[in-house]
Nanobody
Framework: QVQLVESGGGLVQPGGSLGLSCAAS????????MSWYRQPPGKERELIAA????????TYADSVKGRFTISRDNAKNTVYLQMHSLKPADTAVYYC??????????????WGQGTQVTVSS
């Protein structure tokens, strides 16, 4: 049974920091690219950070570049998102995503349940 379980969300003041974790199980974690998405209130879900299967390449949305860091530990089947200099605009539900396309071009796409991050004074 595939599971992605996010943790670490909560309430933080503007300018503060927060770290999210996503623990994976039920699939071969090291074969999957991992991403973090977020969905602000009343808006669509957006991709904010991604990391390749062995962590060699990371990409970020312009809105979080220089403030957020994605990383992974394949031994622990976990992906992380470290967030600094948080702004009220970062308030959203944050989702973990695992994605892989096999040699037959079949795509595997898994989502966590999301964790709320609220940036407010």
């Amino acid at each position: 049974q595939v599971q992605l379980v996010e943790s670490g969300g909560g309430l933080v003041q503007p300018g503060g920091s927060l770290g999210l974790s996503c623990a994976a199980s039920g699939f071969t974690f090291s074969r999957y690219a991992m991403s973090w998405y977020r969905q602000p209130p009343g808006k669509e879900r957006e991709l904010i950070a991604a990391i390749t299967s062995f962590g060699g390449v990371t990409t970020y949305a312009d809105s979080v570049k220089g403030r957020f860091t994605i990383s992974r530990d394949n031994a622990k089947n976990t992906v992380y998102l470290q967030m600094h200099s948080l702004k009220p605009a970062d308030t959203a539900v944050y989702y973990c995503n695992a994605k892989r396309r096999d040699l037959r071009a079949i795509e595997y796409d898994y989502w966590g349940q999301g964790t709320q991050v609220t940036v407010s004074s």
